[in-house]
């Protein structure tokens, strides 16, 4: 599966206002190929995804 992930350069965007939550999900999708973004609460997140 990671395979398939790494061809087709997956990326996520995390937005949890807990740090440690966030840091664990970010660990394992990095782990499994993804690239990771993160966003401590909504706003931020909208305004991340909006500067893609």
């Known amino acids: 599966m990671q ?7 997956s990326k ?3 937005i949890d206002d807990d740090d440690a939550i966030r840091s664990l999900v970010a660990a ?15 706003q931020d997140g909208l305004e991340f ?3 893609q």
């Open 3 to 9: 395979a398939a992930l790494n061809e087709n350069h």
């Open 12 to 14: 996520v965007l995390i």
């Open 28 to 42: 394992s999708l990095e782990q499994e190929g993804l690239q990771v973004s993160a966003a401590s609460n909504g």
């Open 49 to 51: 995804f909006d500067s």
